[in-house]
Nanobody, 121 residues
Framework: QVQLVESGGGLVQAGGSLRLSCAASGSIFSINSMGWYRQAPGKQRELVAE???????NYADSVKGRFTISRDNAKNTMYLQMDSLKPEDTAAYYC???????????????WGQGTQVTVSS
């Protein structure tokens, strides 16, 4: 069983910062790509940033220069540093990871339960 648990969401004023964490645990053989997504009320879930196991990161245009994605492979943890937050960044943020289960050796997509980020103007 693989689990992803997000933390770090909350309420912040515009211009402020938050740092989200996503910890993977369970029957993990390896983790390939990891990413952060967000979903605002009435809108579709969208990619915020992604980071492969090796190589360059990718960001949505709306967060470039303000958000930084990183990962600690030794801890199976991914982070999203969010600076210069805007009210339009308000959403539920979800982490996603492509993980090979160590018992089945099957690659699957796993999602966290989400953490709310609210930016007040």
């Amino acid at each position: 069983q693989v689990q992803l648990v997000e933390s770090g969401g909350g309420l912040v004023q515009a211009g402020g910062s938050l740092r989200l964490s996503c910890a993977a645990s369970g029957s993990i053989f390896s983790i390939n790509s990891m990413g952060w997504y967000r979903q605002a009320p009435g809108k579709q879930r969208e990619l915020v940033a992604e980071i492969p196991s090796g190589g360059s990161t990718n960001y949505a245009d709306s967060v470039k220069g303000r958000f930084t994605i990183s990962r600690d492979n030794a801890k199976n943890t991914m982070y999203l540093q969010m600076d210069s937050l805007k009210p339009e960044d308000t959403a539920a943020y979800y982490c996603k990871a492509q993980i090979v289960d160590r018992y089945t050796m099957v690659l699957g997509n796993y999602w966290g339960q989400g953490t709310q980020v609210t930016v007040s103007s």
